[in-house]
């Protein structure tokens, strides 16, 4: 047996499966394709979570797109979170141009152009699917760990979620919450003491800088209502295709806070929500998260804490998400190890710092007597990435080289008129066009403030009204006062008064 059909065997006996599976591409030895050699990840292991990493121009955003048709084409919707505006092509069928030829005929796999069912979702004022959350849907520990906060002011927000529940004052959106918390520090300070205990205007002043510092990075626009549902996400077209849900991000790359904060609350409401799927054959919902490392440097311990956490109990419920970023160092050690599908486009080695980097992620990889691993990684091409994936019984498949097969989809962003056309054309935009301000905790602490002002006036002017009355009628009152003056203002009185109290301040 040859090298190439010992490593051909090798390859297809790791990467065969018993269950349906997506074909990624062909495996590459000595920087060649070798034909009908197909590197293919399982629908069964596609919950257990990813990463696709590479530098800046080596395919990635392919490498996505290519997973994303395929899911579409199992009927797996997808959630993308699109920083760049890369993806949106998807919408339309692509083209066989001579190098998408070329490269298909290498690795024997067919090219067919093909579109997908797309919508575009956005959460600022961008055209598209509104995504907005409550404050109450966050609940006081998320909202309070999105804003760092110690545990003092932490409890803090706990004593305002209460407060709230049993006045029966729904939160909903950043006002509501600002005015919570500027009552319990003024008007309704001895009302809080009372029932739950001081609070310190110190720590309310901190928590109400926090909230401004969210406001300001585009919270007030994602805060309220009418809130995204969770089963939009999960929608299949008339041809048995799943939703690609594209959420453009492009004009919030400054504002990490607010991404960081959309991702959790998405990723804790798709947990609380979703049932127990265990050992399903295929994911109920894959998420791609595109320049991962925006949440993560800019996340505290507490967020990061909480990502790890959903990210290991979230695949229970059926849902794969998938982390892309330049270098796989961006993700914590804590998450990476949770991740079982790697995609790894090459690195570039132009310093020591990149140098030691590569040598850290070549570690990460299952080893191969048929790579050096590190030496390959600086040498791929653009659409070649390593790759290992689990297997159905949860084993990782050996690394393989791999020329990726080229998206059917285009390979280019929609213009102006074509998102358009999507969008006008969308059940889910009408949907959530509405943006609602129902009475809530603003409303009523507002109505609450005016109606006590009012009462103390009106009680202010009937006192008054009183003390007025009493000075304009004549009585024998006011001839005993006026002797009782009389009596007062006089020596010997005011003599004896002054005597009793020097008697008082001597003892």
Do not use: W
């Amino acid at each position: 047996m040859t090298a190439i059909s010992e490593f051909s065997k090798h390859i297809n006996e790791g990467y065969t499966y018993k269950g349906e599976s997506i074909v990624l591409g062909g495996a590459i030895i000595n920087g060649e394709a070798v034909t009908d050699t197909f590197v293919k990840v399982p629908l069964k292991t596609l919950n257990r979570h990813g990463l696709i990493a590479g530098a800046t121009g080596t395919g990635k955003t392919k490498t996505i797109q290519v997973l994303s048709e395929q899911l579409s084409s199992f009927g797996i919707p997808v959630l993308m979170m699109d920083i760049k505006g890369d993806f949106s092509g998807i919408a339309k069928e692509g083209e066989e141009k001579p190098f998408i030829t070329e490269r298909h005929a290498k690795i024997n796999i067919p090219f067919t152009a093909a579109s997908f069912p797309v919508e575009l979702m956005s959460l600022s004022q961008q055209n598209g699917v509104r995504l907005r959350a409550t404050i109450s849907e966050f609940g006081p520990v998320l909202f309070s760990r999105i804003l760092d906060l110690n545990d003092t002011q932490t409890g803090v927000i706990s004593v305002l979620f209460k407060y709230c529940d049993d006045m029966k004052m729904p939160l909903l959106d950043l006002k509501d919450i600002k005015k919570v918390l500027n009552y319990i520090t003024d008007e309704g300070k001895d009302e809080i003491s009372a029932s739950y205990g001081k609070i310190a205007t110190a720590t309310t002043g901190i928590i109400l800088r926090k909230i401004i510092e969210l406001e300001q990075q585009g919270g007030d626009i994602f805060f309220g209502e009418k809130s995204f549902e969770i089963d939009d996400l999960m929608r299949i077209d008339e041809n048995g295709k799943g939703y690609v849900n594209i959420i453009r991000l492009t004009d919030i790359q400054d504002k990490p806070k607010l991404f960081s904060t959309f991702m959790l609350s998405l990723l804790a409401e798709i947990y609380q929500q979703m049932p127990e799927k265990g050992d399903a054959e295929q994911p109920e919902l894959v998420i791609f998260i595109d320049e991962a490392h925006l949440i993560f440097n800019e996340a505290s311990k507490a967020l990061l804490n909480q990502i790890e956490t959903i990210i290991k109990l979230i695949r229970s419920k059926g849902i794969g998400v998938y982390f892309i970023t330049q270098n796989p160092m961006d993700v914590p050690a804590s998450v990476l190890a949770q991740l079982g599908l790697k995609i790894q486009h090459a690195l570039r080695a132009f310093t020591a710092t990149d140098r030691q980097a590569i040598k850290q992620t070549a570690d990460n990889y299952p080893t191969s007597k048929y790579y050096k691993t590190d030496e390959v990684l600086t040498s791929l091409g653009i659409g070649e990435a390593f790759v290992t994936a689990l297997n159905e019984k949860g084993i990782p498949t050996p690394l393989a080289a791999t020329m990726m097969r080229a998206p059917m989809s285009r390979m280019d962003v929609l213009n102006d008129n074509e998102i358009d056309e999507i969008n006008n054309k969308s059940k889910l935009v009408r949907k959530y066009a509405e943006e609602i301000d129902r009475e809530s905790a603003y409303e009523l602490l507002t109505k609450k403030i005016e109606d006590a002002v009012q009462q103390a006036e009106a009680q202010a002017e009937e006192e008054n009204q009183t003390e007025a009355k009493k000075s304009s009628e004549p009585s024998t009152g006011s001839v005993i006062g006026k002797s009782v003056v009389k009596v007062v203002t006089s020596a010997t009185f005011i003599r004896g008064v002054f005597g009793v109290l020097s008697k008082l301040f001597k003892r």
